[in-house]
C-alpha cells in the first residue's frame, strides 16, 4: 500500500502531521473524517534514499527478526524489544525505521500499523505480524516469520551461487577477445604495414573489424549503456512489464525456470501465510503480488472468485491452468484433510527443489557452450594473425 503524509486538523483546532498507509488517498479522506479530522493536505511520501551499501536488505530483515523473536521469548515487552534494537541494530538507516516503529507503538499504534508506514517490511510481513496481534500470537509469528526469510534467503542464495561462475567466465571471455582486438591485433597490423606485402583474407578481414572496434569501442560501448537504460525503463512501465512477462513464458528453457520459480513463490508465501493465522482471502491477495507476473497474476484471479462462491481452493486452482495436476490433486486431498498450510509448504519445498535441478543442469550445459564460443572466437583471432605471419615469412601451410 502507497504510503501517505497528511495534515489535519482535530476537534480542538491542534494541527496533527503524520505518516500512513492506505489504499488510495479517497479511502485515508474518509478514514481521517470517521476519527474526526478535517484534513488540510495529503501527499505521498518520498522514501529516502539510500546506497548500495547502506541499502536495507532480507538479510537485515532476517537478523531483525531473529532478534526480536530471541527478545520477545525471554519476556521482555515488544515496545521495550524495539527499544533495544533500535540501539543496536548495525545499519543506521535500519536502526531510524526500528526508532519509528518504537515511537509510533508508544503513542497507541499497533505493531503492524506502525510496520505498514515503512517499505522495509514487505506486505507478507506486515500482514502476518497482524494475523499474529489478533490471535495473540505474536511471538510464534514471529518464529514463523523467521523460517520463512531464512528459506527464501537461501532459496535466493543458492539459485545466485549456481550463476556466479557463467558470469564470470563471459565476463573474463569478453575481456580477454576485448584486449586482443584492440591492443594485439592493431600492433600486428602496424608490423604488416610496415613490410607492405598482401596478406591473406582472412587477416585483412580480421584487421578490419579490428581497426572498427579500437576507433569506436566507445559507440559500442554507449550503445550497451542506453539499451541496458531503455530497457530498464520500458520494463517498469505497465506494457514493458506485460511484455517481458509473457516473454519469459515462451522463451524455451525459461518458461519453465519462470514457472517453477512462480509456483515455489505463491506456495510458500500462501502456506506461511495460512500458516501464521491470515484469512484465506487475504492470503491469496498477497501470494498473487508475490508471484511478479502479471500474467501470471491475472490466472490466479479465479482462486478469489472461487473462495468467494464457496467452491473452495482446489477447483479454481485447477481451472486457473498455472499449476500442473500433481499440484491440484495435493491440494485437493489437504482441503479435504484441513492441512492447506502444510500441503503448500511442502508443495514449495518440492518446486524449490525442482528450480535448483533445473538451473544446474541449464549452467552444467551452457559452461560447456560458452567455452566453445569463446575458443571458437579467439582460435579464429589467432588463425587469422598466422595466416598472416606465415604469408609474410612465405611458409607453406
Do not use: C
Request: zero cysteines; hydrophobic letters at 50%; glycine letters at 6%.
Amino acid at each position: 500500500m502507497p504510503v501517505y503524509v497528511y495534515e489535519a486538523i482535530d476537534s480542538s483546532g491542534k494541527k496533527i502531521k503524520e505518516t500512513v498507509s492506505d489504499s488510495d488517498e479517497a479511502s485515508l479522506k474518509s478514514s481521517l473524517r470517521e476519527k474526526g479530522l478535517v484534513p488540510i493536505s495529503i501527499a505521498v511520501s518520498k522514501s529516502k534514499k539510500t546506497t548500495l551499501f547502506k541499502r536495507i536488505t532480507q538479510k537485515d530483515l532476517l537478523t531483525f527478526t531473529q532478534e526480536l523473536g530471541n527478545l520477545l521469548d525471554s519476556g521482555l515487552p515488544i515496545d521495550r524489544a524495539l527499544y533495544v534494537l533500535s540501539e543496536y541494530a548495525d545499519k543506521k538507516a535500519f536502526r531510524s525505521i526500528i526508532r519509528e516503529v518504537y515511537v509510533d507503538i508508544q503513542k497507541g499504534s499497533s505493531l503492524s500499523a506502525a510496520m505498514a508506514k515503512h517499505k522495509t517490511f514487505p506486505r507478507v510481513y506486515i500482514n502476518m505480524v497482524k494475523a499474529g496481534e489478533a490471535g495473540g500470537i505474536l511471538d510464534a509469528v514471529i518464529r514463523r516469520l523467521t523460517s520463512f526469510l531464512e528459506t527464501s534467503i537461501s532459496f535466493t542464495e543458492e539459485i545466485i551461487s549456481a550463476l556466479i561462475y557463467p558470469v564470470l567466465l563471459t565476463l573474463v571471455g569478453g575481456l580477454a577477445i576485448t584486449v586482443l582486438m584492440v591492443y594485439v591485433v592493431p600492433e600486428f597490423a602496424q608490423i604488416f604495414a610496415d613490410m607492405g606485402q598482401t596478406l591473406p583474407l582472412p587477416t585483412l578481414m580480421l584487421i578490419a573489424i579490428s581497426t572498427f572496434f579500437a576507433s569506436y569501442w566507445w559507440a559500442f560501448a554507449a550503445l550497451v549503456v542506453l539499451g541496458f537504460f531503455l530497457i530498464r525503463y520500458y520494463a517498469k512501465t505497465a506494457e514493458g512489464k506485460r511484455f517481458f512477462d509473457t516473454l519469459k513464458l515462451k522463451i524455451p528453457v525459461l518458461n519453465k525456470l519462470t514457472m517453477k520459480l512462480v509456483i515455489s513463490r505463491f506456495a510458500r508465501t500462501f502456506g506461511t501465510l495460512l500458516h501464521g493465522g491470515v484469512p484465506i482471502l487475504q492470503a491469496i491477495r498477497i501470494s498473487r503480488d508475490v508471484v511478479d507476473n502479471e500474467i501470471i497474476s491475472q490466472q490466479l484471479a479465479v482462486l478469489e472468485d472461487g473462495v468467494n462462491k464457496g467452491r473452495g481452493l482446489s477447483l479454481p486452482l485447477r481451472e486457473s491452468g498455472v499449476f500442473p495436476g500433481i499440484v491440484t490433486q495435493m491440494v485437493t486431498v489437504g482441503e479435504e484433510a484441513g492441512r492447506l498450510e502444510e500441503t503448500f509448504l511442502l508443495i514449495a519445498e518440492r518446486f524449490e527443489s525442482d528450480t535448483k535441478s533445473l538451473i544446474k543442469r541449464f549452467v552444467s550445459l551452457f559452461e560447456p557452450f560458452l567455452i566453445l564460443i569463446m575458443g571458437l572466437i579467439v582460435g579464429l583471432i589467432v588463425i587469422s594473425m598466422l595466416y598472416g605471419i606465415f604469408s609474410i615469412n612465405e611458409i607453406p601451410l
